[in-house]
């Protein structure tokens, strides 16, 4: 089961990955009239769903209470996470910048205080879990993380998608 679950914590990211760097592609892909943000976002649950299916196939038994150190851990990661996605929309948090869309600059909390903060926010949220998920599988998750860090940082606005009209 290790080599599945590690699969299964890895599947998204080649998915970013193509997205980032093929946006037109993608949407193209989707097609007229299909926002490429949201069937972004629907292809994302999906992934989302299969990794963590994956934590819990390789989880140790839960006890309760968990440990002190997860509450304020998962609270503020999901909190960033929440309020990262309440500022942007879904076109916003789901790449609709490379999909040619036009998305405001946000200043608030936690934009200009925090770098990366929906990643931040999730790194968070995995370390809280550190204490049910072997190690492998939350620095695998984070390696995911960095690495799309890293290749959302060298974006070059000249390869973003035209809208199909």
């Known amino acids: 089961m290790g080599l599945i679950a590690a699969l299964g914590v890895l599947i998204p ?7 980032w760097t093929n946006p037109q592609k993608w949407v193209e892909l989707c ?6 943000s949201k069937i972004m976002a629907q292809v994302s649950h999906f992934f989302k769903l299969i990794q963590f299916i ?4 390789v989880s140790s038994s839960f006890s309760w209470p968990p440990p002190l150190y997860f ?16 500022l942007l929309g879904e076109a916003g948090t789901y790449y609709g910048v490379r999909f040619g869309k036009t ?8 934009f200009g205080y925090i770098k990366d903060p929906q990643y931040v926010g999730s790194v968070m949220s995995l370390l809280a879990c550190l204490s049910r ?33």
């Open 13 to 19: 990211f080649p998915f970013y990955y193509f997205l």
């Open 31 to 36: 097609g007229k009239g299909r926002d490429p």
């Open 54 to 57: 994956s934590l819990l196939s």
């Open 71 to 86: 509450w304020p851990l998962f609270i503020f990661g999901q909190f960033l996470n929440f309020r990262v996605y309440q």
């Open 103 to 110: 998305i405001p600059w946000v200043t608030e909390f936690p």
């Open 133 to 165: 998920v072997p190690f492998l599988y939350i620095l695998l998750w984070i390696l995911g993380y960095v690495f799309m860090i890293w290749v959302e940082s060298k974006e070059d606005p000249d390869t973003r998608a035209k809208p199909l009209s």
